[in-house]
């Protein structure tokens, strides 16, 4: 149960990175769950290490945000592409 308890703040922080770059993208959908979850887990990741490898001061707490949100906006973008040559490369064959 600890584990459960654990998960779910992870997951609303990656729901949260992943809607807000949903807001920046045309075809993306604030229903797609696993869309936002996914580029928000990568954005978050990728991100946030970066963040922490530029030694960014303490009181520019929010470059690391930024660069967080830049990231999981590339990332979204990134899978959506990659979704829609699936679908495509499916639906021609």
Same mark, same amino acid.
Not at 44 to 71: F, T
């Given at each position: 149960?600890? @584990?459960?308890?654990?998960? =779910?703040?992870?997951?609303?922080?990656?729901?949260?990175?992943? +809607?807000?770059?949903? &807001?920046? +993208?045309?075809?993306?959908?604030?229903? #797609?769950?696993?869309?936002?979850?996914?580029? *928000?887990? =990568?954005?978050?990741?990728?991100?946030?290490? @970066? *963040? %922490? %490898?530029? #030694?960014?001061?303490? %009181?520019?707490?929010?470059?690391?945000?930024?660069?967080?949100?830049?990231?999981? @906006?590339?990332?979204?973008?990134?899978?959506?592409?990659?979704? &829609?040559?699936?679908? $495509?490369?499916? $639906? $021609?064959?």
């Amino acid at each position: 149960m600890e @584990i459960i308890y654990a998960l =779910v703040p992870l997951l609303g922080g990656w729901l949260v990175y992943g +809607l807000i770059a949903s &807001l920046f +993208l045309k075809r993306a959908s604030s229903r #797609d769950y696993l869309l936002l979850i996914s580029s *928000g887990l =990568v954005g978050g990741l990728i991100g946030g290490s @970066i *963040g %922490n %490898n530029m #030694d960014i001061p303490q %009181n520019l707490w929010w470059m690391r945000e930024v660069i967080k949100i830049g990231v999981t @906006i590339v990332a979204m973008y990134t899978i959506q592409i990659i979704r &829609l040559q699936i679908y $495509n490369f499916r $639906n $021609n064959t």
